[in-house]
């Protein structure tokens, strides 16, 4: 009995410790709970207390001392195109600006050289949304940026130009391209910059202004045969005057054509003709009598009729009796005050003397006959050739008079 007691007591202790594994193996699989459960027996069996730590508050980040201005102020509405934009720093140096249009197209421009500022180098638009975009640092290197964006203004006053040349067109080397406005120019300079020619050759051209409202533009010296020009004119977004804007963003372009030169001498009653640096040929002329004297200087052909009216009451200070030709044959005109180069066919004074009313006539038939000398000089000629009258009883035709711009000294245009 003793001994079956014994074993019995035995295989219960077993049972126990085979209860005990089994309870420590069914826990295995996810160790939190016996960690936490090890924790808390470790705190008992030291005679302490769990508590859990209370999470620290994370650092404030560091704020940059550069900054940022954009004028105008962000959503600003009808902003003049011209100074329009600024962008500027304190506290810092600019690093990154960059604005553009609505359609990306970027507004160039430069930052300062102490780094403080940055400005356009040209106008913007009118009637543009504009988006700003700037970077700053401090002297700690820290980073500081700012997004804007304003609208320019639509203009309620513009002024049309025109000017006198034909897209495509072919000239002679004595062109000269004037520019007319509707209304009266203040801001003379900045329209003269938001006109630029581009030459083939390289050639520099130079504006003149005529009062308020005329703008001449002509090279130093005669075109070269051949060159290839084209007008740009960015006057859209150009304040012309006060309040009132260019209203024109256009291209335009033509040909210099072979060189023709021909100089008209009153004193011998002869033209002489000279094509590509020589001599073609030598017309007998008549030009303006005692009375009536032909202007002296240089002149440019400014356009041609094949027929005419010249009637002596549409020109000043005329001498002596009056006249009325309906059908004045292949007129070239070479001033604004009624200075032509024509076809005459009422005359004979051609090579012997002076007897027009101020202009230099050829022989030519009632009509106007191709083959006759007015006839074959008009068909050989170009708007833009040269026509030099010298010894004539006359003033100095002015440079304002047609496009007689040659006339005035390079150092003054």
Same mark, same amino acid.
């Given at each position: 009995?003793?001994?079956?007691?014994?074993?019995?007591?035995?295989?219960?202790?077993?049972?126990?410790?085979?209860?005990?594994?089994?309870?420590?193996?069914?826990?295995?699989?996810?160790?939190?709970?016996?960690?936490?459960?090890?924790?808390?027996?470790?705190? #008992?069996? !030291?005679?302490?207390?769990?508590? =859990? %730590? &209370?999470?620290?508050?994370?650092?404030?980040? $560091?704020? *940059? @001392?550069?900054?940022?201005?954009?004028?105008?102020?962000?959503?600003?509405?009808?902003?003049?195109?011209?100074?329009?934009?600024?962008?500027?720093?304190?506290?810092?140096?600019?690093?990154?600006?960059?604005?553009?249009?609505?359609?990306?197209?970027?507004?160039?421009?430069?930052?300062? #050289?102490? !780094?403080?500022?940055?400005?356009? =180098? %040209? &106008?913007?638009?009118?009637?543009?949304?504009? $988006?700003? *975009? @700037?970077?700053?640092?401090?002297?700690?290197?820290?980073?500081?940026?700012?997004?804007?964006?304003?609208?320019?203004?639509?203009?309620?006053?513009?002024?049309?130009?025109?000017?006198?040349?034909?897209?495509?067109?072919?000239?002679?080397?004595?062109?000269?391209?004037?520019?007319?406005?509707?209304?009266?120019?203040?801001?003379?300079?900045?329209?003269?910059?938001?006109?630029?020619?581009?030459?083939?050759?390289?050639?520099?051209?130079?504006?003149?202004?005529?009062?308020?409202?005329?703008?001449?533009?002509?090279?130093?010296?005669?075109?070269?045969?051949?060159?290839?020009?084209?007008?740009?004119?960015?006057?859209?977004?150009?304040?012309?005057?006060?309040?009132?804007?260019?209203?024109?963003?256009?291209?335009?372009?033509?040909?210099?054509?072979?060189?023709?030169?021909?100089?008209?001498?009153?004193?011998?009653?002869?033209?002489?003709?000279?094509?590509?640096?020589?001599?073609?040929?030598?017309?007998?002329?008549?030009?303006?009598?005692?009375?009536?004297?032909?202007?002296?200087?240089?002149?440019?052909?400014?356009?041609?009729?094949?027929?005419?009216?010249?009637?002596?009451?549409?020109?000043?200070?005329?001498?002596?009796?009056?006249?009325?030709?309906?059908?004045?044959?292949?007129?070239?005109?070479?001033?604004?005050?009624?200075?032509?180069?024509?076809?005459?066919?009422?005359?004979?004074?051609?090579?012997?003397?002076?007897?027009?009313?101020?202009?230099?006539?050829?022989?030519?038939?009632?009509?106007?006959?191709?083959?006759?000398?007015?006839?074959?000089?008009?068909?050989?000629?170009?708007?833009?050739?040269?026509?030099?009258?010298?010894?004539?009883?006359?003033?100095?035709?002015?440079?304002?008079?047609?496009?007689?711009?040659?006339?005035?000294?390079?150092?003054?245009?």
């Amino acid at each position: 009995m003793r001994t079956g007691r014994g074993a019995a007591r035995r295989a219960t202790a077993v049972l126990l410790a085979g209860g005990v594994l089994m309870l420590a193996s069914a826990c295995g699989p996810d160790d939190t709970p016996a960690k936490a459960g090890a924790a808390g027996a470790a705190g #008992a069996a !030291g005679g302490g207390t769990s508590s =859990s %730590a &209370a999470p620290s508050a994370a650092p404030s980040p $560091k704020l *940059s @001392a550069a900054q940022l201005t954009v004028t105008p102020a962000d959503g600003a509405q009808d902003v003049a195109p011209s100074g329009a934009v600024k962008v500027a720093v304190a506290n810092g140096k600019l690093t990154q600006v960059s604005v553009a249009d609505k359609d990306g197209h970027a507004v160039q421009g430069s930052i300062a #050289a102490d !780094g403080l500022s940055w400005t356009p =180098s %040209a &106008a913007l638009a009118v009637g543009m949304l504009y $988006k700003v *975009s @700037a970077q700053a640092v401090d002297s700690a290197g820290l980073q500081a940026a700012v997004d804007s964006s304003f609208t320019t203004l639509t203009p309620a006053k513009t002024v049309s130009s025109n000017d006198n040349i034909s897209t495509g067109s072919t000239y002679g080397v004595g062109m000269i391209v004037s520019v007319n406005f509707n209304k009266d120019v203040k801001n003379k300079d900045a329209v003269v910059q938001g006109i630029t020619f581009e030459a083939s050759d390289g050639t520099q051209v130079k504006g003149h202004w005529f009062g308020s409202r005329r703008l001449d533009f002509r090279p130093q010296a005669y075109w070269k045969a051949g060159t290839k020009v084209t007008i740009h004119y960015k006057l859209k977004s150009v304040e012309v005057s006060p309040g009132v804007y260019g209203g024109s963003d256009r291209d335009e372009s033509f040909t210099i054509g072979r060189s023709q030169i021909s100089t008209a001498d009153a004193a011998s009653d002869q033209m002489t003709v000279v094509r590509d640096g020589k001599t073609l040929e030598t017309l007998p002329i008549t030009a303006g009598n005692d009375d009536n004297p032909s202007w002296n200087g240089t002149m440019t052909i400014e356009s041609k009729e094949k027929v005419t009216r010249m009637n002596s009451a549409t020109v000043s200070n005329v001498v002596g009796s009056e006249y009325d030709v309906p059908d004045v044959p292949h007129a070239m005109r070479l001033t604004d005050s009624g200075t032509y180069v024509h076809g005459n066919y009422w005359s004979n004074a051609f090579g012997q003397s002076n007897a027009s009313h101020g202009c230099v006539s050829m022989q030519d038939a009632k009509g106007g006959d191709d083959n006759s000398v007015a006839g074959k000089f008009y068909n050989s000629s170009l708007v833009g050739d040269v026509v030099i009258i010298k010894n004539a009883k006359g003033k100095t035709v002015s440079p304002s008079n047609g496009l007689s711009g040659w006339t005035l000294p390079w150092a003054s245009w």
